[in-house]
């Protein structure tokens, strides 16, 4: 499957969200958050009880809710397909499991040629699940545009190498130097069954895809460019010819941003460490960007966001184009009420 085999793709010509994100003049200043599904709505609590993440972002009918959930409470320019970062590893057969309070867990560690050769290819009939909640979801979502996303291979690899989460990523940097062999031929499988992924997504109909770089900001802007970059390059070419927007983001990576805005992604998303202006100077001026509200600033008063919020728009305005959103996920612990007001606010704001 290519990503031009698509289905008959919804036409929404007045998405402020797609206008954003094609570098056009939207009615309105988009916003979306990054993990808006997820626990901090108590009705996703309530739906996930006695059932793991995992066997969710399979389920497709409670993918479709979950994913719907922040739509109607807070009214975003944008859903994002509700899953996880390793779910097409876990779909392929590698042995992840993403335990509570720690998060991916790896049976297993990629440490050697013959750790890479036993990573099985991912099939498009195993993706079944998740094409099935978008299926599900696109008449449920009217005008409202679909993102799809998938972890790049850094991260992925990151996680394969260390067997969980780590803080230094030491396995990781010195499989790089150690096993070069190793390393791109981890990339190279990790690459195809991103790819894979992803154009399932879009020749499924969803609106615009988004590359997940969690750790990228890990490493020196060399090492990215050598170990990284030509990886990532081939997973954002795979779904060029679908017309859809492409975002990039990663935390930490502001050193990294015209790196990562080379990848080929239409929109950067940039963390909450470098304002957007700059961000946008970074990377040449010639993508959209995306974010950046630190999601702390959202547990201080209401005059303290609202203040912050319209700093980011007006940083917003000197670039190409600007999604408003955080610069990381939404914290578990953060009043729904907060978004919605958030929402509300940058609604009135001019682009």
Known sequence: MTASDVHPRRQLPAAPFLAAARGDRPSRLPVWFMRQAGRSLPEYRALRAGSGILQACLTPDLTCEITLQPVRRHGVDAAILFSDIVVPLYMA??????????????????????????????????????TDAIGLLIPELGDTPLIGFAGAPFTLASYLVEGGPSRNHERTKALMRSAPDVWHALMDRLTEITGTFLRAQVASGVDAVQLFDSWAGALSERDYR???????????????????????????????LGAMAEAGADVVGVDWRVPLDEASRRT?????????????????????????????????????????????????????????????LVHTLEP
């Open 93 to 130: 057969g590698v042995g992840v499991d993403i335990v509570a309070g720690t998060g991916p867990v790896v049976a297993h560690p990629v440490r050697t040629m013959a750790d890479v050769e036993r990573i099985p290819p991912l099939l498009p009939e195993q993706i079944v699940p998740v």
């Open 226 to 256: 050598e170990y990284v970059l030509p990886h990532s390059v081939r997973v954002l070419e795979g779904v060029a010819d679908a017309g859809v927007p492409r975002i990039h983001f990663g935390v930490g990576t502001g050193e990294l």
């Open 284 to 344: 040449g001026g010639r993508v959209a960007v995306q974010g950046n509200l630190d999601p702390a600033v959202l547990f201080a008063d209401r005059a303290s966001i609202e203040a912050e919020a319209r700093r980011i728009v007006a940083e917003g305005r000197r670039t190409p184009g600007h999604v408003f959103n955080l610069g990381h996920g939404v914290l578990p612990d953060t009043d729904p009420d907060v978004l919605t007001r958030l929402v509300e």
